[in-house]
């Protein structure tokens, strides 16, 4: 039976999708923009997915990907915006729409109960995930939470996890579970780290990379059968 569960937020707790084209919809109009298709959203989304690739590869910096994916998507469709004010709204504006995926809070709860002690992991800006955290109210039933901006360092890095593990230092990895969509980010940083990995495969994807996968599922309440290894 595990003893830890160290949850990502985006897209495995929380539907960042919506949040995400909520949040920019609205600060179109907040700025003059015109009107965000949803083409345009995709199109945003493909670039932001990019430049959160090269970072987890370490080859950008956090505050370049903040900045730049808006200065790509604003020269793509000529609009004319400051990007770093927007990013600075957008971070708030991403705390706005909380949409949980099915069986979240329930299967949390359950695990509570349980005595299983939950952990948020996020790359996530600090601003952004605080006002999830909070407003979702993940806040008052995990037990901690890791956020890049505060470790200054991304999954899927060991450095990362350092402070993560110093802190659980009274568990072994081999009670612990890592629970993301990411296979670069989570299922990679669990990989890299020694911990299993649970892929939350929830758009039924194919891995075509050398990430080693534990655990895959399709609903989030499948993790309690994993914990608890019925």
Not at 8 to 30: M, P
Not at 37 to 46: C, F, Q, R, T
Not at 47 to 59: A, D, Q, S, T, V
Not at 170 to 180: F, H, Q, R
Request: aromatic share 10%; hydrophobic share 40%.
């Amino acid at each position: 039976m595990y003893k830890v569960v160290l949850w990502d937020v985006d897209r495995t707790l929380l539907d960042f999708d919506a949040a995400q084209g909520a949040a920019i919809k609205t600060l179109f109009k907040e700025f003059n923009l015109g009107e965000c298709s949803d083409e345009m959203l995709e199109d945003y989304d493909h670039i932001n997915h990019k430049y959160w690739g090269m970072l987890e590869r370490k080859e950008i910096t956090k505050p370049e990907v903040l900045l730049n994916r808006f200065v790509e998507f604003f020269n793509k469709y000529n609009l004319h915006a400051d990007p770093a004010v927007f990013n600075k709204r957008y971070q708030n504006a991403l705390g706005d729409t909380i949409v949980f995926y099915p069986n979240v809070l329930e299967t949390l709860n359950h695990l509570k109960d349980k005595g299983i002690k939950q952990y948020a992991i996020t790359n996530g800006t600090k601003a952004a995930q605080d006002k999830k955290l909070s407003r979702s109210g993940l806040i008052n039933i995990l037990d901690g939470v890791y956020i890049s901006d505060v470790i200054k360092h991304e999954k899927p890095s060991l450095e990362f996890f350092e402070p993560v593990l110093n802190d659980l230092k009274d568990y072994s990895k081999e009670e612990m579970l890592i629970v993301g969509d990411s296979l670069s980010s989570d299922i990679k940083g669990a990989n890299n780290v020694g911990i299993k990995g649970v892929w939350f495969n929830f758009k039924s994807q194919t891995n075509n990379s050398d990430v080693v996968i534990d655990y895959e599922i399709k609903d989030i309440k499948e993790v309690i059968d994993i914990v608890e290894g019925n």
